[in-house]
């Protein structure tokens, strides 16, 4: 019986091993890909609580925007996730109601706003609230030309600016973009403009 040769002894693991390293070489370049995506294009932010009902059910996942808020500024009225200013780790989502250098104040169960440049402030006209939701606090809010208030639709329960007061530009991951689960719920994120304002 005729030995093997070597070359006929090594081939089987030259094959098997180019197989193993294709595959490996091509998880690792996905797996560069998805970080990439994930750290500067898109990433997903789960609703813990209510502080955005109706508008956003606890328990849903959010995909955000992050490349955008890059190449346009952010806008009032957006819902925008956040990572709370406290401790970094955990991440919000709430609307965004001041921009930088507004001031926002809040009293008599309404928001006021005064941009710069205005003599007086105005009210929000906030059409994403429910009927019975009501603004409470008496607080008065200078923002810094990085700054910005947010506020959750749930007034009620939303702990948001109104406590633990501005979000720095840096803290903002990007603008909601898609409810991804439930499943049945999955849907375009509607942003409002609140500035139409009753004097």
Do not use: C
Not at 17 to 42: D, K, N, Q
Not at 84 to 99: A, M, S, T, V
Not at 164 to 191: K, M, Q, T, Y
Request: aromatic share 10%.
């Amino acid at each position: 019986m005729l030995k093997p040769s070597p070359e006929q002894f090594i081939r089987p693991f030259l094959l098997y091993g180019g197989l193993v390293f294709t595959i490996i070489r091509r998880a690792v370049i996905v797996g560069m890909v998805l970080l990439f995506l994930h750290l500067f294009v898109v990433t997903v932010v789960p609703v813990r609580g209510a502080s955005m009902d109706p508008t956003l059910a606890d328990g849903a996942y959010i995909l955000v925007d992050q490349l955008t808020p890059r190449l346009r500024p952010l806008s009032r009225g957006e819902i925008v996730a956040f990572r709370y200013p406290q401790d970094p780790k955990q991440k919000f989502i709430k609307r965004l109601i001041g921009l930088p250098n507004d001031i926002i104040t809040v009293r008599d169960e309404q928001v006021l706003l005064q941009r710069p440049g205005d003599e007086q402030p105005i009210r929000l006209r906030e059409p994403y609230l429910s009927l019975s939701t009501t603004t409470e606090g008496d607080i008065a809010a200078s923002l810094g030309p990085v700054e910005y208030f947010m506020m959750g639709d749930n007034r009620l329960v939303s702990f948001d600016s109104r406590f633990f007061g501005d979000v720095s530009e840096s803290l903002v991951l990007g603008r909601a973009w898609i409810a991804i689960w439930p499943l049945g719920g999955l849907r375009l994120i509607s942003h409002f403009d609140p500035l139409t304002a009753s004097q």
